[in-house]
């Protein structure tokens, strides 16, 4: 596999509390990959320590074969790093199409920004149609595909998702992971943090089980699933 981001012995937390303990992970090239795990366990903390949010204590993070150690978050950007931040973060009082061209703020991403409209609008279709609408008055599950082609918009060549199930019903969940699931068939790389396995197992070419801020399995999604110690054991099941 061509790996495209490498963590090595990652470790970084909050004032005196690490929340991450020496976690290694390797994510592979076009697809997607899931971080599972209850909530509080460091889901949210590693993507914001792989996007340089958060300072590393330990470890390094790379992106195809490039450190991105002292880089700000605005240049891990730029180098391809793409994160929609758990819950929709969108400008309320903006339209919908404001919203996306946003997401295309750096100038290397302006340039592109008109190609990258029509792909957004051909994979979610429904966004073209609301395009004028203010995204205050969106629901939920329009919210959350304006995030996602938000972060379509900048380019990124990882895609990370933090949660887009979260607060949505079943069925719209279903639609965002149809989307999610589309874009990764497409060769989009992608990182999704989800607290359900069961909503990525047969999506997921990895499954990466974080408890307690540690790495304590990883696989495909069909092996977890026939794994049910290990849904018992960690997640509750
Ligand atoms: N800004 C912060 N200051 C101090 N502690 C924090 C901060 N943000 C998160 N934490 C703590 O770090 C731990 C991991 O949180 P994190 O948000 O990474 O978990 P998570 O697995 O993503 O959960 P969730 O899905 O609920 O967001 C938790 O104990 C949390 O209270």
Redesign the pocket.
Known sequence: MSVLLSLENVTT???A?N?LHGVSLEIAEGGLTAII??????????LRAISGLMPLRSGSISLGGRSLAGLRPDEIVAAGIVHVP?GDMLFPEMTVIENLLMGAYLPAAAAEAPRRLERVFALLPKLKDRRGQIASTLSGGERRMVGIGRGLMAGGRLLML??PSLGLAPIVIDQIYEVVAELAGAGQSILV?E?NAARVADKAALIAL?DN?ELVWSGAGAELMARPEILETYLGA
């Open positions: 937390g909050y004032g509390q929340v795990g209850p909530n509080g366990h460091g889901k949210t903390t590693l758990q933090d949660e943090v607290e974080l801020g």
